[in-house]
């Protein structure tokens, strides 16, 4: 049974730090490329960035590029996102996505984790 689970969410004032999460079960983490996304209060859901395992390579967008972030251990099955220099509008749930290969659009994943929240207020 595929399963993603993450954690670290929590509440982090402006300027802050944050590591998230993501353990995987149930595939062979080394051949699934993994996205982070996150979903504000009435917005879709959205890329942050996603780690292709095939060419290494990371997409990142825009407003994280700098702040944020991935690493991989295929040998614990964890995908870690680092976060830094946190700001309000960073405030959503947090996922995980699993797939072959990176895509930005949420519709092209099929397994998800049920996602952590990130809160960054004064």
């Known amino acids: 049974q595929v399963q993603l689970v993450e954690s670290g969410g929590g509440l982090v004032q402006p300027g802050g730090s944050l590591r998230l999460s993501c353990e995987s079960s149930?595939?062979?983490?080394?051949?699934?490329?993994i996205g982070w996304f996150r979903q504000a209060p009435g917005k879709e859901r959205e890329i942050v960035l996603c780690?292709?395992?095939?060419?290494?390579?990371?997409r990142y967008v825009d407003s994280v590029k700098g702040r944020f972030t991935i690493s991989r251990d295929n040998a614990k099955s964890t995908v870690s996102l680092q976060m830094s220099s946190l700001q309000p509008e960073d405030t959503a749930v947090y996922y995980c996505?699993?797939?072959?290969?990176?895509?930005?659009?949420?519709?092209?994943?099929?397994?998800w984790g049920q996602g952590t929240q990130v809160t960054v207020s004064s």
């Open positions: 780690s292709n395992t095939s060419d290494g390579t990371t």
């Open positions: 149930g595939f062979v983490l080394d051949y699934y490329a």
């Open positions: 996505a699993a797939r072959r290969r990176c895509s930005s659009s949420p519709s092209d994943f099929t397994y």
